[in-house]
């Protein structure tokens, strides 16, 4: 009798160790299936934030400085650069935005007032940035890390 109840116990015994481990290693499955699922939300978040921020950064920056004939591009060492006039008291300003060095950078200067490409402050680190100026549209085209795009296309209010 002792000998059956000995073997009953190390059945229970062993069969607790089993179900325990078997839990374990469900555990640690659905906890590295977390932890990836989450690495990919986070990177799709920055992605996202990346091409969104930067098109609504430069379009802000339109509306807020956007008056007749305040909006020019140019081109300066083979990158474009977009120029919002402005006016403050009896100085003319403008603020400069360009892609350079995979940033979008802003730069403030006299109007007409020499400038390098690396004068301009780092605004947002960004894969690539396109600017194009028609008749009354200003097409922004901006490209994330993971090589997805995304286009903006503001119509001027005030013409040029």
Not at 49 to 65: C, D, G, I, M, P
Not at 85 to 111: A, F, P, Q, V, W
Request: aromatic letters at 12%; one cysteine or more; proline letters at 0%.
């Amino acid at each position: 009798m002792e000998k059956k109840e000995r073997r009953t116990w190390w059945v229970t015994f062993i069969s607790t160790i089993l179900i325990l481990g078997a839990f374990a290693v469900a555990a640690l499955i659905l906890s590295n299936i977390g932890v990836r699922v989450y690495q990919n939300v986070v990177l799709a978040n920055d992605n996202n934030f990346e091409l969104r921020t930067s098109l609504n950064y430069v379009a802000t920056k339109v509306r807020q400085n956007e008056t007749y004939d305040s909006v020019t591009m140019f081109e300066k060492d083979g990158v474009e650069v977009l120029a919002l006039g402005y006016m403050s008291e009896d100085m003319k300003y403008e603020t400069l935005i360009y892609y350079y060095n995979g940033y979008l950078c802003e730069h403030l200067r006299d109007e007409g007032a020499d400038f390098e490409l690396n004068y301009g402050f780092e605004m947002i680190e960004i894969a690539g940035y396109t600017m194009e100026l028609n008749e009354n549209t200003l097409t922004l085209t901006a490209e994330n890390n993971a090589g997805e795009t995304e286009n903006l296309i503001l119509t001027l209010r005030t013409g040029r």
